[in-house]
């Protein structure tokens, strides 16, 4: 190590210790790269504390600088090395400074006082306070300056497809600041890691290359057009570029951010960063979002969460734990709420299949219904059996009264039966003459009603139903060659006494009686308010009809949160209903012709399985089995629906005491307003409730709640998390298409999951809230984050549905089976993605939805 005179700078060279508290992370990356063999332009470094030198030691740098290399002239950069900064947590990128063209003292001082006082910026403290680490200082890189021909960033990890073998280049003319800063369209380039093929090539604009100036800085150059067009990076660059690649990943280690340059076609590395926020490839712990899709799809609050959340963790989990003599995982919630949304556990979905044979596990639904990646369902398939667990399993449902299968459908008409008698009659009473006693006592009694819920759902929902219906679905495809479900599609639908069903023909006729009042129908369909249009059409019969319809489904919601108005709160919603309605033409078929369409299609379907099942010796006995297996597969088919209508009047009212609270804690001031209620936990609400008392800490924390629900509401995070770190899975996402601009490509194809068979072409019509649904007109095919059983009065009009979320037994795939309408259900970015979509082809047989992006094309057969 050389000590110029003063001993203010340090030559950086191999043998510098990486001293990052006394050098910083960029000067320690610097040495990495020197000890890995690599062309590193000259460099030295102001220490952390030193980086106020006279003019006296200035001169001395400078002097010692000239000195290095004679055949050059003095040009210089100078970049921060902060001791927070280039590590492995924190990269810093961007947040400080880095000043380039530097040629003579004066302009090494002023660049030195700049780079310095770049540590104390605001946007630089945030950044250290955000990253948590809020202490530190900041050294100096002073680095020989290169005249780059062509230069760029280097990324041996692709953060698109981080779990893919791509190396990632970014190359312009000039100085890579032009890149970094954004001021340069550069090319793209996508390598494959171990063949060196080039797999994906976007050519940048490359108006203008950064070069040095005439005096200190840079300055901007004008490319020929002719020379915009070329890729900057030759053939022979390139190479030597992914060779620099493998040389970062076996010198240095994986996933390096590296800035390099060629000068006279010699290729320098300048800087190096570990590349932060990636996904383990090996994680101890995998989150997935796919549970909560199913079932808890939209935006949970914090109260919502401690209500119907903590009501599935108790009873349909922890209690598992607890009956299989497993107390310590008893105390282990598999449920967490992750900015809003629902994750499940997936080390505590592995330990529970290890009552189950490896080779039945991703067939008993996980991995069917896709909670987890490939990876992951490799890991519960390889843990270890235990068949003294199995026996146990297998025999809990007959330590309940609620557990066997019969026995469950019987206990939940009890349990719907209960909700009818207690709950239902609360919803009409006026909440805002409960005393605290009272409100406590109709809260611990909605709390109980709760747990009962999930303890009968829990073999209905939990074991029988999603046993049935994999079994239902595995002999249809090893006795009736039902290779596509078809079948099994066909005979789930059409089924009797479906609630949704009910509903839609309890629309049905509010629009036919709309269509008897004139003034009802321009009233409806010119947006008039729901005050307005009433007072004027009171006498219309349409209004008695739609008061007996709030009167018997006003408690439904588009979700299960607590936060959501329920329809009786919000009548426009069912206006909006009517509005849909009467988009239709006269004579369009009614939802009882639907219905009978779809009952003969499971008649058909039934009959033709039992025939094929009845071939061979054993046909009878095949036919038999099938027959029960079938007809009890479409009772839990119903079962569903049944505890879903009735965990809304449970919601409802719970939704209700809790804003009856709210008012009386705003009046208090605890709260800004009523509805920020659903913003506290349960134990801050109870709390609260019984002795009213403004806190500065818990009005924080509320106002984080309500910026991070501001943040989060309409935005869904990552399907993953691989030791709390956001991805998308270890699936290497489809390699793009390699052209020379990215706009040659064809016109994009979606997928997802066939959930409803049939193909179908028409208007996309995305739709975010519930409230947005009266402007669906016939044909549309409507493009959602899900689907809630609130939405089906349109169905009947719909040419497809597409989903972001959810699998083939959500509630949009079995509404969409129900009345043959084509759906693609688990399509990522759906709305993003189709919202500026002319119109789309779906086939739910496939899954594959042809994106028109105007201009004819054959549909897919």
């Not at 492995?88 to 006082?117: F, M, N, Q, W």
């Not at 023909?505 to 369909?525: C, K, M, N, Q, Y």
């Not at 089976?817 to 993605?833: F, Q």
């Amino acid at each position: 190590m050389t000590e110029p005179h003063g001993a203010v700078a340090i030559r950086l060279t191999a043998e510098t210790p990486e001293d990052v508290e006394r050098f910083g992370g960029k000067a320690c990356g610097l040495i990495r790269l020197m000890r890995a063999g690599l062309e590193v332009p000259d460099a030295w470094c102001l220490p952390a504390g030193a980086t106020s030198p006279t003019e006296d030691e200035i001169e001395a740098i400078w002097s010692e600088i000239e000195s290095a290399d004679r055949r050059r002239e003095a040009l210089l950069a100078v970049r921060s090395s902060a001791t927070v900064e280039d590590l492995e947590g924190t990269s810093a990128a961007g947040v400080y400074l880095t000043i380039l063209g530097v040629k003579d003292p004066a302009g090494l001082s002023d660049a030195i006082k700049r780079c310095t006082e770049a540590f104390d910026t605001e946007h630089a403290r945030a950044y250290r306070d955000h990253s948590g680490q809020s202490t530190g200082e900041i050294a100096l890189v002073i680095q020989r300056q290169l005249s780059p021909q062509v230069s760029g960033v280097l990324l041996t990890v692709n953060p698109r497809r981080p779990f893919a073998l791509d190396f990632v280049i970014d190359a312009a003319y000039g100085l890579g600041e032009g890149i970094v800063s954004g001021r340069v369209d550069p090319d793209h380039l996508v390598v494959d890691s171990e063949s060196g093929e080039l797999i994906e090539t976007h050519i940048g604009k490359k108006a203008v290359e950064i070069v040095i100036g005439d005096s200190n800085g840079t300055a901007e150059k004008e490319v020929s057009p002719q020379r915009s067009k070329k890729r900057a990076l030759s053939d022979s660059q390139l190479r030597a570029v992914v060779e620099l690649a493998r040389k970062l990943e076996s010198e240095i280690g994986e996933a390096q951010d590296c800035e390099w340059a060629f000068e006279r076609n010699k290729l320098y590395t300048l800087q190096v960063r570990p590349i932060t926020g990636l996904p383990p490839k090996h994680p101890a712990e995998v989150w997935s979002r796919r549970f909560g899709d199913e079932y808890l799809s939209s935006w949970t609050s914090p109260l919502g969460h401690t209500f119907l959340t903590r009501w599935i963790s108790e009873w349909l989990f922890m209690d598992f734990s607890r009956r299989v003599g497993r107390q310590d995982m008893a105390k282990v919630d598999p449920l967490r709420r992750y900015h809003g949304y629902v994750y499940i556990s997936g080390s505590y979905i592995r330990w529970m299949l290890q009552a189950m044979p490896p080779s039945t596990r991703s067939a008993g639904g996980v991995g069917d219904q896709g909670w987890f990646t490939p990876l992951w369902n490799e890991q519960i398939k390889a843990a270890k059996f235990d068949p003294i667990r199995m026996v146990r399993m297998l025999t809990l449902p007959l330590t309940d009264p609620r557990g066997p299968m019969a026995r469950n459908v019987k206990a939940l008409e009890e349990h719907c039966s209960k909700i009818e008698q207690s709950i239902k009659p609360k919803l009409n009473q006026d909440y805002t003459a409960l005393t605290t006693d009272e409100w406590f006592e109709q809260i611990d009694e909605i709390d109980d009603f709760g747990g009962e819920h999930f303890r009968v759902i829990r073999w209905g929902m939990g074991q029988h139903s999603a046993m049935l219906h994999s079994l239902s679905q595995g002999l249809l495809r090893g006795w009736c060659g039902d290779k596509d479900a078809s079948l099994y599609r066909d005979i789930v639908s059409g089924l009797p006494g479906m609630r949704t069903a009910e509903i839609n023909r309890d629309v049905w006729r509010l629009g036919t009686l709309a269509r008897s009042s004139d003034e009802v129908v321009r009233g409806i369909l010119g947006g008039v308010a729901y005050d307005e249009l009433r007072s004027s059409t009171e006498e219309a019969p349409f209004w008695g009809e739609f008061d007996r319809f709030m009167s018997e489904h006003g408690h439904r919601s588009a979700s299960r949160e607590i936060a959501e108005e329920r329809w009786a709160e919000s009548p426009e919603i069912v206006i909006g209903f009517v509005r849909a309605q009467l988009h239709m033409p006269e004579g369009s078929p009614d939802p009882l012709e639907l219905e009978s369409k779809a009952e003969a299609r499971r008649v058909e379907a039934e009959s033709r399985a039992l025939k094929l099942a009845s071939k061979g010796i054993a046909g009878p006995i095949k036919r038999a089995l099938l027959s029960q297996i079938i007809e009890r597969t479409q009772t839990f088919t119903r079962y569903r629906e049944d505890q879903r209508y009735h965990l809304d009047y449970l919601l409802a009212h719970c939704r209700q005491l809790v804003l009856e609270m709210g008012r009386r804690l705003a009046r208090e001031a605890v709260i800004g307003k009523p509805e920020d209620v659903v913003f506290l936990e349960a134990d801050e609400l109870f709390d609260q409730a019984r002795s009213p008392h403004p806190e500065e800490s818990l009005t924080s924390a509320v106002s984080e709640r309500i910026e991070d629900w501001m943040v989060w509401k309409d935005r869904l995070p990552a399907t993953y998390l691989f030791d709390d770190v956001e991805t998308e899975g270890e699936i290497a996402e489809g390699r793009p298409i390699a052209s020379e601009q990215a706009g040659e490509a064809e016109e994009g194809i979606l997928t997802g999951l066939g959930a409803s068979r049939g193909e179908s072409r028409g208007r996309v019509r995305v739709i975010r809230r519930i409230d947005e649904l009266d402007a669906v007109e016939p044909g549309d095919i409507l493009v959602s984050e899900t689907i809630d059983p609130g939405w089906t009065s349109v169905f009947p009009m719909l040419g497809g549905v597409v989903t972001e979320t959810g699998g083939i037994l959500s509630h949009g795939a079995l509404l969409a089976r129900e009345y043959g309408i084509p759906a693609v259900m688990g399509v990522p970015d759906a709305m993003k993605l189709l919202g500026e979509t002319a119109e789309a082809c779906i086939n739910g047989t496939t899954g594959r939805i042809v994106v028109e992006l105007g201009g004819e094309r054959e549909s897919e057969r």
